[in-house]
């Protein structure tokens, strides 16, 4: 006759008992039983392998599926990187070309010949320059009759 192994609540005393709860699977039944574990909880240790098995195969699978979505996800943003880098290149160029337009633009050149071919501006003469000043020597007196043609400021005749 076997004899039944006492059975403790809460861990066991010694690792002997337990290795002897393990041995037998009879024991660990009867162990279970008494400690009235559900009855679902035993005829799960009965069919556990198949169960892991297809937990493992699931896992497997979702993992799979993880891997595929995020490399694809990764060459998306991939691919979004490049057409920013493009992007960036296109407008840099245009800005070096609007730089260059402005440059063009504000020379003192273009300004003279904007002035004098579509505002009818031009140099003043000798005679229509006016000084303004009450006596002492100011910047105008200086210059002298430097304001006529060829000089850097144009009057209108207006």
């Known amino acids: 006759m076997l004899k039944r192994p006492r059975v403790r609540r809460g861990k066991p005393r010694s690792s002997r008992a337990l290795r002897g709860m393990l041995?037998?699977?009879e024991a660990l039944r009867a162990a279970l039983k008494r400690a009235k574990v559900p009855r679902r909880?035993?005829?799960g240790l009965s069919g556990s392998l198949r169960t892991r098995g297809f937990l493992l195969w699931v896992a497997a699978l979702v993992t799979?599926?993880?891997?595929?979505?995020?490399?694809v996800y990764s060459t998306k943003l991939a691919q979004q990187?490049?057409?920013l880098r493009e992007n960036r290149e296109g407008l840099e160029a245009e800005i070096g070309f609007l730089r260059m337009e402005c440059a063009r633009l504000t020379g003192r050149e273009r300004i003279e010949e904007y002035a004098t071919e579509r505002l009818g501006?031009?140099?003043?003469?000798?005679?229509?320059?006016?000084?303004?000043g009450d006596g002492i020597r100011s910047q105008?007196?200086?210059w002298g009759d430097?304001?006529?043609e060829g000089s850097?400021?144009?009057v209108s005749d207006g």
């Not at 799979?64 to 490399?71: D, E, T, Y």
């Not at 501006?121 to 303004?132: G, I, Q, S, T």
């Open 41 to 43: 909880l035993t005829a």
């Open 23 to 25: 041995r037998r699977p």
């Open 140 to 142: 105008w007196d200086r």
């Open 64 to 71: 799979g599926i993880l891997c595929v979505s995020q490399h």
């Open 146 to 148: 430097d304001l006529v």
């Open 81 to 83: 990187i490049e057409d």
């Open 121 to 132: 501006m031009r140099y003043p003469e000798a005679h229509e320059v006016v000084r303004l």
């Open 152 to 154: 850097t400021i144009a």
